[in-house]
């Protein structure tokens, strides 16, 4: 099994003098700056020699005070081994400029756009590099950089002005104050590029096509995107999209919040999955100030963390299966009804029912209720029943099969390629679980099989996740036989200020892989918190995928992927 | 055999109906039954509140703000200043409540806070406290606090008396040591 300092060795050997710094953390994490003209050979090697198959992201780091900006790759295997290499690429902070990994890797095109529109680092290379999160407004005051003011500028309170366009229009601008014109500080004209629209409008190549809107307001989509489909006849020519709509920032707010208060953003980047955001930054958190967590509040959050899979796959299948409609008997409101059972024991627990806050460094916020164990054993197996019952109902359904079955196939191949997270990759049959790749708390003690699929359409997608569920009923009832007594917070005070250092860390989120790269400055709050979300791979992946199919198929497909718009614009 | 499947799938909502009562049509003439760690509207324990604003501080959407209030403890309040939530920021995390000292801050099952005007939302110490002094019992904790403070002034100046005398001492003193060295008055 390979392990961080072979892979270290290993590009040492094959590119001597490309590794400029490293660091090995442990078997399964490697740091290292690599010299930015040899990064592209190094990932190549990585690739192809060393089983790294998984691009699983990138963060821009804004070094104000040494005056460069980096960008961390962060690479992984799907399943071949376990080590994650966090490879860093410096440059100067003036005209900052890397090379692209968009043509090595397919799902590295939207994580370079974001990098470029909030950091302003040009990638070379890149095949479009078009704002993505941002309002086209805003491309060129790269906002996550260190000394960004504010938009429009807070020192001077300018605020928007409207102008009346000669068709008629009110447009509003936030001119740049003369000095800052004069000083060359803001770009007074905005870089060229084409639009959204223009974009997809440069498609249609005959009368027989048009442009389809599902979004940013449709049945469909759980939250606010933009899906363009470019149809012919009853055929998906092409898909585009176009996300950011609930764009909040919420990286840069946590730069500016204290440690303990970053908590409750991570709440608020996907409500139905904030129990295990909270764990992965909290873990993170920890990771860095060294802590170790009692017996029994990791207990406590293995089982609220997968109490929480629970009530998502409940509503994430159910939301599908409205928008499906083919099944008459309408199972939404029946896995609304057993949801509500979960949540009032999560509720139980942590006193909230969506934004638990709850997790905290070095244990939790609650103990659980003296009663907790017998509510479970009332509530779990009624789950398990009514989950056994829902499987029986779609398998036995020919309305629901001839809907599902073979719509939006995604080989094993492809779903790796495209860098596509959690039950949607494993329903193409790549054991690839976070809970497994990357064990945190007491999950490597647990015995727990991870579900994956066949076939890798719609219906495997469904399937995947209700199996998960009885899987989770089956860690939870582990869990409570094995509970500790003790402690569930560390003796000693958690300090204010965290100590200079970096982590990245990885959970199992119901959406997939959720990472979370915090560094920190040694002050009070974060430097900077890159979250790696699942769904932001998902959605990415969503394009190539509605190629050729009806558009009766769309909302089947982009239905089945569980989406959650919000944590991929965080 | 394939319809006989689908019937029965069709049957399966009118089954699960007679099972299943209302879940959602609840509120408000029946209450949902809360969770003892339900995190609500704050209870306040003035009588315990040291008036030290942790809570404010921590609070991420900073909607704690210290505020005067009559029925707490002056002993331990001294300027009594306790804190007022805005509810309209609110957001109910609990941090304020872990940050406590006293741990005279909690989160009940209250739930309902509704107002048709922004200010009515504001709630302060009035609404939040649970429990509270009675006006004479702070009648007598203020005469008691400006017994006491009467005291320490009564001792400060005491001191301060003292010091002067003491200083005139020392003074005296010096003159004496300047006068049994004269050189160093003369350097002085
Ligand atoms: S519960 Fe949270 S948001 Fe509300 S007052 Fe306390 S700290 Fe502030
Ligand atoms: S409620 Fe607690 S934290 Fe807030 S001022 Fe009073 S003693 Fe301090």
Not at chain 1, 97 to 119: D, G, H, Q, T
Not at chain 1, 143 to 149: I, L, Q, V
Request: with cysteine.
């Amino acid at each position: 099994m390979t392990n961080a300092s072979e892979v270290l060795s290993s590009i040492q050997s094959a590119f001597p003098g490309a590794v400029l710094d490293s660091r090995v953390e442990s078997d399964r994490r490697l740091w290292a700056t690599i010299d930015s003209k040899k990064i592209l050979d190094v990932c190549k090697h990585l690739t192809n020699k060393l089983n790294f198959d998984h691009y699983s992201g990138s963060a821009g780091v804004d070094w104000i005070a040494r005056n460069e900006m980096e960008v961390v790759e962060i690479m992984a295997s799907h399943g071949a081994h376990k080590v994650v290499a966090m490879l860093k690429v410096k440059t100067p902070r003036e005209n900052p400029s890397v090379k692209s990994l968009a043509n090595l890797y397919w799902n590295a095109n939207w994580y370079e756009r974001e990098i470029w529109e909030m950091f302003g680092i040009n990638f070379e290379g890149h095949p479009g590099l078009y704002p993505l999160l941002l309002s086209d407004q805003l491309i060129g005051s790269w906002p996550w950089r260190k000394d960004f003011k504010g938009y429009p500028d807070l020192t001077t309170g300018e605020r928007a002005v409207a102008i009346t366009t000669p068709e008629g229009y009110t447009e509003y601008r936030f001119p740049p104050t003369p000095a800052e014109v004069e000083a060359g500080a803001v770009v007074a004209e905005r870089p060229k590029y084409p639009t959204f629209r223009e974009r997809e409008e440069r498609e249609i190549k005959s009368d027989s096509e048009m442009i389809m809107h599902l979004g940013p307001q449709h049945a469909m989509v759980p939250g606010p995107f933009l899906l363009d489909v470019l149809v012919e006849g009853e055929r998906v020519k092409k898909g585009f999209l176009d996300v950011g709509y609930i764009h909040k920032g919420i990286e840069k707010i946590m730069e500016n919040r204290t440690w303990l208060q970053g908590i409750v953003y991570t709440d608020r980047m996907c409500y139905v999955a904030s129990l295990s955001n909270n764990e992965c930054y909290c873990g993170a958190v920890e990771k860095i100030l060294g802590l170790e967590v009692p017996e029994r509040a990791q207990y406590i959050r293995v089982i609220l963390e997968e109490l929480s899979r629970i009530q998502s796959h409940l509503i994430g299948t159910g939301e599908f299966l409205t928008l499906v409609a083919g099944v008459g008997y309408a199972p939404w409101q029946y896995m609304i009804i057993d949801r509500e059972r979960i949540i009032s024991l999560i509720e139980s627990v942590t006193g909230a029912r969506l934004t638990h806050t709850f997790v905290r460094f070095g244990g939790v916020r609650n103990d659980l209720p003296d009663d907790f164990a017998e509510k479970c054993k009332s509530t779990l197996p009624y789950i398990k029943s009514r989950i056994n019952e829902f499987i029986e109902l779609f398998a036995q359904d020919a309305i629901y099969q001839k809907r599902m079955e073979n719509v939006g196939v995604l080989s094993a191949e492809d779903a790796k390629r495209v860098g596509i997270a959690g039950p949607a990759l494993r329903a193409s049959g790549v054991a690839y679980d976070m809970r497994v790749e990357d064990p945190i708390l007491v999950y490597p003690d647990l015995d727990f099989k991870v579900i994956v699929g066949t076939k890798g359409d719609c219906a495997d997608r469904v399937d995947c996740r209700l199996r998960e569920i009885l899987e989770s009923i089956y860690i939870i009832e582990q869990c409570l036989d094995r509970i500790p007594a003790g402690p569930i917070k560390p003796e000693a005070k958690i300090p204010k200020k965290v100590p200079a250092g970096e982590a990245y860390y990885r959970v199992e989120d119901p959406r997939g892989e959720m990472g979370m790269y915090v560094i920190s400055d040694g002050g009070d709050k974060p430097y900077r918190v890159k979250v790696r979300g699942p769904f932001y791979a998902t959605l990415q992946t969503l394009p190539p995928l509605l190629e050729g199919v009806y558009i009766a198929d769309v909302v089947a497909i982009a239905g089945s992927m569980d989406g959650c718009p919000s944590e991929a614009d965080r | 055999m394939l319809k006989r499947k689908m019937i029965k799938n069709f049957g399966w909502p009118l089954k699960t109906a007679m099972r299943e009562i209302e879940v959602t049509r609840l509120y408000p003439e029946v209450m949902m039954e809360l969770p003892e760690n339900e995190r609500g509207i704050h209870e306040l324990d003035a009588t315990t509140c040291i008036g030290c604003a942790s809570c404010a501080r921590v609070c991420p959407n900073s909607c704690i703000e210290m505020v005067h209030f009559k029925y707490g403890n002056p002993l331990k309040n001294k300027k009594m200043q306790f804190p007022q939530v805005d509810y309209g920021r609110c957001m109910f995390c609990g941090l304020c409540v872990d940050e406590c000292p006293v741990e005279c801050l909690k989160m009940g099952k209250k739930v309902t806070m509704a107002g048709w005007e922004r200010e009515d939302i504001i709630k302060g110490p009035d609404f939040l406290a649970t429990k509270r002094f009675s006006a004479k019992e702070v009648a007598d904790l203020e005469a008691e606090a400006k017994r006491i403070a009467a005291e320490k002034a009564a001792a400060k100046k005491a001191a301060a008396k003292e010091k002067p005398a003491k200083e005139g001492t020392a003074a005296g003193n010096a003159k004496k040591k300047a006068d049994a060295k004269p050189k160093e008055g003369g350097a002085a």
